[in-house]
């Protein structure tokens, strides 16, 4: 039988809910284990409930799911809101220090400071290494791992610590050993090759400095933040000019000026930053100018919920903007996926000279998956840039077939470069001819033919000639993908349809997609269904039934199968 | 010094007598004594009258959109320490739509010359009061005139260590042409603000007006640009006396030096290669 548990962490901000789950992740996925973790916070800096779900199995994991299986509670708050959750066999570990009622009923290991490392100063060190090990002891897997782990994430902190890290976790696992198995990983095979952990941000991340990425700027804001701080974090290493800016109105503007004069760029922002950087997108689409944008939603209108999860921006990155230009829109499903179109959206950016978003979100972000290299396949130079006609006659939207201009940058050559956000004449100039003006228009929008073209990444997975449809987008892949192998397990043939490139619209493929199917469901993460409009408009399929979710936490499978039960 | 015709452009369609006349013909001269190639230098404008600036001169440009001059302009800095900026805007686009990014520029100071083209007044869209519009002027939006007094951009620079600044007259080329050579040639960001009176919609300050108020700064006998007090005072001077010439001088380091990749010189001549290999490492 498949090992499959859930372990999940919390507590105040600032007590260490990270300090345990990082550790113990990375030792799991050292061992040879499947780990997914998930983060849930609220928009605090200390105090609140936080809480991280650690899913720990030995097959590939790529969704969170519901249910609790080993309960550590950091305080009282963690363990009254989720001791409803633990399953039948469930067991808690608990800093006695912190919680006043301790749980009944249920197996459980108190630890507190003074237990774990009597008369010393160790404080909250003592009860997250102590948790640490006594999880390890738990699912039988060797503590040494961990050890090692602890020393390189808190060696710099001095000897001391490192020896209460130390014996701290040993002795954690010793409690954790003497308190039988239930959940032992002991057979999970040590892995063939090295298991890496990521996080969608951080491996999108690798995918931008892959793909060529010279210049990031912008505004933080949750959860974009996280994807900046990634970029900053190897900036030095990969050389990459990074600027933080003074509001998101100034950072598309400055990406866009960076890439003029040939970096190549992206920025990016959550929410109410979107709304700022509108102008400058169709900046970017009318002076040509290539230019990424990361858009990491976050459930609104205006502030809303500012760090949770949601699909809600699609329609407005979609539209943002004055009039018609070609943009392109993707959304990755995975951190996998998120390095390919981290590349990617680079690649057409410069190829197509417009401005090309990647949808990411909270739950994105912040989830780590695990990985092997295998999963990050080289993704090629970047194209040559710049390219094309040059000299004294060069001109910055001379006319072409496909609408893309031969592209120079300025004081690099003997061409004048003029770039302009009036309608303009070949060289650059404003002009209020409007046979140019229609000539311009056509010659920007004749850009989404080669973009369509461009289009890819539909996933289909699961019975091909199941007459349910599961369509979804973006990060919402995982949890449909098990919901779909859960229906298939049960009896109900079902067929996950995926989309991570969702402008220029792919038509054909979805059609072809939808053809044959009897029932379609789209699953999204907005309370309206943007994909499903879009769907609709673009193929003239309909869904039979939408299931949606906007409280801003993440899809389950356990959701989704129970929004479908009284459809089935 | 460069023949002037090597900057010939389309057409100027300002209104006849406009200011921006004379600032065009002093900043040909300007860059042609400097020896500057059209192809050397980039001009950054918004939106306004003074945006067109570049269009009306052969050289490298990216006309953008209002108040967002300054942005662009610092994003081809950090992709190309080597190429000669200009950002030429005007008094509604820097002061008013763009005043955040006028203050992150003093802070971050970045090689480039800021030219604020200042006619007290909306032309483009005919004639609404400016952040500079005197107190009482009045328009179609403001019959009564207008309710505060105006901003004080020069004082405003200086207190926050703006590392050049000047001011100067459209109704004086040739001290415009030396004030805007000196502010391409300061290493820093030079905020060289331009009276250019606007013929058709301010009727107050008009080239007479200026005349009868500017004098210049040097011929003080306490000029003192190096003074943050002194130059303080003259930023805030207007009225019936209007300083002109160069106000304030301070030496800062420039915003280039804080990335040192630059040294590398321009981004779109780097080589990048990173292998997936190497930039997985972290995350074992």
């Known amino acids: 039988m498949a090992t499959d548990l859930n372990i999940l962490i919390g507590g105040a901000a600032g007590q260490g809910v990270h300090a345990i789950t990082g550790p113990l992740a990375k030792a799991l996925v050292r061992r040879g284990c499947q780990v997914h973790v998930s983060q849930s916070y609220q928009s605090r800096i200390r105090g609140g409930h936080l809480y991280n779900v650690l899913r720990v199995g030995d097959r590939p994991l790529l969704s969170c799911r519901e249910g609790v299986d080993i309960l550590v509670a950091l305080n009282q708050e963690t363990l009254t809101l989720h001791l409803p959750e633990l399953s039948a066999a469930g067991m808690v570990i608990f800093d006695e220090s912190q919680v006043k009622q301790a749980p009944e009923g249920v197996k459980a290991l108190a630890l507190s400071p003074d237990k774990v490392l009597p008369e010393t100063d160790a404080g909250d060190i003592a009860v997250n290494a102590g948790a640490c090990g006594a999880i390890l002891g738990l699912l039988e897997v060797p503590v040494e791992g961990l050890v090692t782990l602890l020393g390189e994430t808190f060696g710099a902190k001095g000897a001391e610590v490192a020896d209460w890290n130390r014996r701290a976790a040993q002795h954690g696992f010793d409690l954790g050993k003497a308190l039988g198995h239930p959940f032992s990983l002991a057979d999970i095979a040590p892995p063939s090759e090295p298991n890496l952990l990521i996080s969608g941000h951080e491996a999108l991340a690798l995918g931008a400095l892959a793909g060529g990425l010279t210049f990031i700027c912008g505004y933080p804001m949750t959860p974009w933040t996280s994807l900046f701080n990634a970029v900053s974090q190897r900036a030095e290493k990969w050389r990459v000019v990074v600027e933080q800016t003074e509001d998101e109105i100034c950072a598309i503007n400055m990406a866009i000026g960076a890439s003029f004069a040939g970096a190549r760029a992206m920025t990016g922002t959550s929410g109410g930053g979107f709304c700022l950087m509108t102008e400058g997108v169709g900046l970017a689409a009318m002076s040509e100018t290539p230019v990424v944008v990361v858009v990491a939603q976050r459930p609104g209108p205006s502030t809303g919920l500012p760090t949770r999860t949601s699909q809600g921006d699609l329609a407005f990155v979609l539209s943002a903007g004055q009039d018609d230009f070609p943009r392109a829109v993707l959304a990755p499903g995975t951190p996998a996926q998120g390095y390919l179109l981290g590349a990617k959206a680079l690649r057409l950016a410069e190829r197509y000279q417009t401005p090309v978003f990647i949808l990411t979100d909270q739950y994105f972000a912040d989830a780590q998956f695990t990985y092997t290299a295998r999963d990050f396949p080289p993704v090629g130079p970047p194209p040559a840039s710049p390219f094309g006609a040059s000299g004294k006659d060069y001109e910055r939207y001379s006319l072409t077939e496909d609408g893309v201009s031969p592209r120079r940058f300025p004081g690099f050559g003997p061409e004048i470069v003029v770039a302009d956000s009036d309608e303009h004449t070949p060289d650059g100039h404003l002009t209020e001819d409007l046979s140019v003006r229609i000539q311009m228009h056509n010659k920007r929008l004749m850009k989404l033919k080669g973009l369509y073209g461009d289009m890819g990444n539909i996933t289909t997975m699961g019975d091909p000639a199941a007459p349910l449809v599961l369509m979804t987008w973006g990060s919402s892949s995982g949890a449909v993908a098990e919901a779909v192998a859960r229906l298939g397990q049960s009896g109900t043939p079902a067929r996950l349809v995926h989309l991570a490139e969702l402008w220029p619209f792919p038509r054909r493929a979805v059609a072809e997609a939808l053809q044959e199917a009897a029932k379609i469901v789209l699953v999204e993460g907005n309370a309206t269904g943007q994909l499903h409009r879009l769907v609709r408009q673009e193929t003239g399929f309909k869904a039979d039934h939408l299931v949606v979710r906007y409280d801003g936490l993440p899809f389950t499978p356990e959701y989704i199968l129970r929004e479908l039960a009284p459809e089935a | 010094m460069l023949p002037l015709d090597l900057y010939n452009s389309i057409e100027p369609a300002w209104c006849p007598g406009c200011g921006n006349y004379p600032m065009l013909k002093a900043f040909k001269k300007a860059l042609a004594e400097l020896d500057i190639r059209p192809e050397d230098i980039l001009l950054v404008s918004a939106i306004g009258q003074s945006s067109k600036f570049p269009h009306y001169l052969r050289c490298n440009t990216f006309n953008g959109i209002h108040g967002r001059a300054l942005p662009v302009a610092t994003g081809v800095r950090l992709a190309n320490p080597e190429i000669k900026i200009v950002v030429t805007v005007g008094d509604g686009d820097q002061y008013g739509e763009g005043g955040n990014h006028l203050l992150a520029a003093f802070r971050r100071n970045p090689d480039m010359t800021l030219v604020v083209h200042n006619n007290q007044v909306y032309g ?161």
């Not at chain 2, 005349?211 to 207007?238: C, H, I, M, S, T």
């Not at chain 2, 300083?243 to 780097?270: H, Y």
């Open chain 2, 124 to 284: 483009l869209t005919k004639g609404q009061a400016s952040p500079t519009s005197d107190q009482g002027f009045t328009s179609l939006i403001q019959p009564a005139g207008v309710p505060y007094p105006p901003l004080h951009p020069l004082a405003l620079a200086v207190a926050q260590d703006c590392s050049w600044v000047g001011r100067g007259f459209a109704g004086q080329p040739a001290q415009l042409t030396e004030l805007y050579k000196q502010a391409i040639q300061h290493r820093g960001f030079a905020l060289l603000e331009v009276l250019q009176p606007c013929v058709i919609f301010n009727k107050i300050n008009t080239y007479h007006w200026y005349q009868a108020r500017v004098y210049r700064v040097e011929d003080e006998p306490d000029y003192d640009p190096e003074n943050e007090l002194w130059a303080y005072q003259k930023g805030k001077e207007w009225g019936e006396r209007i300083p002109t010439g160069v106000i304030f001088k301070k030496s800062r380091p420039v915003l280039e030096e804080a990335f040192p990749v630059l040294l590398d010189g321009p981004l779109g001549k780097w080589q990048v290669a990173r292998p997936v290999a190497e930039l997985l490492k972290d995350f074992y």
